[in-house]
Nanobody, 121 residues
Framework: QVQLVESGGKLVQTGDSLTLSCAAS????????MGWFHQAPGKEREFVAA????????YFADSVKGRFTISRDNAKNMVYLQMNSLKPEDTAVYYC??????????????WGQGTQVTVSS
């Protein structure tokens, strides 16, 4: 069982940067691929980024490539999403997720409760 708690969401302005954090429980954190998803009002939840257990594989949605960075600290059971050049369309609830395999991270086994990011124009 993995429990995930996101933090760091807030109201920012267009062009600002923001880092989201996700704290994971469990002693086998490095055995899980981690991902970030977002859900805008009235839309389905969408994949944003993923990182393998070792950190050696990283994937991004096309909409955030070049602007967002994902990283993890296995010693601290933490995963981060660094978001730069934020746009109003990045406004959403951001969710952290975990899965045993990065190949299936888009259908993760575990979800966090989400943190709201609002980008004002």
């Amino acid at each position: 069982q993995v429990q995930l708690v996101e933090s760091g969401g807030k109201l920012v302005q267009t062009g600002d940067s923001l880092t989201l954090s996700c704290a994971a429980s469990g002693r086998t954190f490095s055995g899980y691929a981690m991902g970030w998803f977002h859900q805008a009002p009235g839309k389905e939840r969408e994949f944003v980024a993923a990182i393998s257990g070792s950190g050696g594989l990283i994937y991004f949605a096309d909409s955030v490539k070049g602007r967002f960075t994902i990283s993890r600290d296995n010693a601290k059971n933490m995963v981060y999403l660094q978001m730069n050049s934020l746009k109003p369309e990045d406004t959403a609830v951001y969710y952290c997720a975990a899965d045993r395999h990065i190949a299936t991270i888009k259908e993760p086994d575990y979800w966090g409760q989400g943190t709201q990011v609002t980008v004002s124009s």
